[in-house]
């Protein structure tokens, strides 16, 4: 009950993924750093128990094993520092899969036909990052200033957008290769 009441942040009014809201989780508060922070064996209790509540919440004659989760979450975790997911990315998309918006499952579930759904989530997460990030320098740029020029000592940005700001034209040019 209280994990869909935080959750309800994160949501637009639709029901639809708040992405800047969602985005905008510290890096400290992500899958990777709750390993370091609250330890490999209860977050994975805590991956395991969020995806068992929602293969029992479809009505599939297949759902996914014990093992199968089991396994699931190790995959979660091991992908979890390409894009900084965050606990609240996994829990948004079982409930997306939970009303039925990932697509038909046929009546079962396994490994593969997860992730792949998994990744339709982390893909339209990446590409409202890019659109933000874009967003941003956009807006520095029609205030006059110049990315490349941005001092951080005299005042001009903060710290975390500058890196924001570095991240994204790094990954600008790693696209270009």
């Known amino acids: 009950m209280q994990l869909s009441v935080s959750i309800n942040s994160l949501k637009l009014a639709n029901g ?3 992405y800047p809201a969602i ?21 994975h209790k805590t991956l395991g128990a969020a995806i068992q509540l929602a293969m029992e919440s479809m009505n599939l004659s297949k759902p996914l094993t014990a093992n199968q989760i089991f396994d699931l979450v190790d995959a979660i975790i091991d992908t979890s ?6 606990l609240e990315d996994i829990i948004l998309f079982l409930q997306k899969l939970v009303r039925g918006e990932g697509g038909s ?19 339209e997460r990446h590409s409202q990052l890019l659109a933000i990030r874009d967003e941003q320098v956009s807006n520095w740029r029609a205030m006059g200033k110049s990315v490349g020029k941005v001092s951080i000592e005299k005042g001009d940005i903060d710290s975390a ?17």
Not at 23 to 39: N, Q
Not at 81 to 86: I, K, P, S, T, V
Request: charged letters at 25%; proline letters at 5%; zero cysteines.
């Open 16 to 18: 639809a993924v708040n």
């Open 23 to 43: 985005l905008s989780i510290p890096g400290t508060d992500r899958i990777p750093s709750l390993v370091g922070k609250i330890g490999y064996e209860r977050l």
């Open 81 to 86: 520092a390409e894009d900084y997911l965050a």
């Open 105 to 123: 499952l046929f009546s079962a579930m396994d490994i593969p036909k997860f992730m792949q759904m998994f990744e339709k989530y982390r893909q």
């Open 161 to 177: 957008t500058f890196f924001d700001l570095m991240q994204t034209y790094h990954e600008g040019k790693n696209d270009v290769q």
